[in-house]
């Protein structure tokens, strides 16, 4: 599970946390003191105004790819990309050091046509 900080800010956007059925399991930063927890004794619904953090599990629920596409890895890097009828495999959103970086990015470029430039989506 990556809680690292770039990947909290990552999923620290409107087109994800709009996402979020908060149920017991889920990870979050709270907001006030940047804890990381996994909710669990306290009904989830009570952490709603804190940062999910999705899973891998949960990101790849939200994906809907209508075309084919492939993943792949590159010296302990993951990316993912489309089969080109005319080039074969092309990368669309870079190579990633977790695979939760790469199924979040994999959504905001399909759903959402942004990439993430260091410090936000653009």
Known sequence: MDVSEQYIKMCDCEEIQSLWKPQSGDYIKLTNDGWIVCTGCVPAEEWKDEVWIPRQDQLQGIIDIEREWTVQTKENTWGYGSLDDDSGFYDETG????????????????????????????
């Open 95 to 122: 190579f990633w050091d977790t695979l939760e970086k790469m199924w979040l990015s994999w959504y905001m470029k399909e759903k959402h046509n942004k990439t993430w430039d260091e410090n936000k989506w653009q």
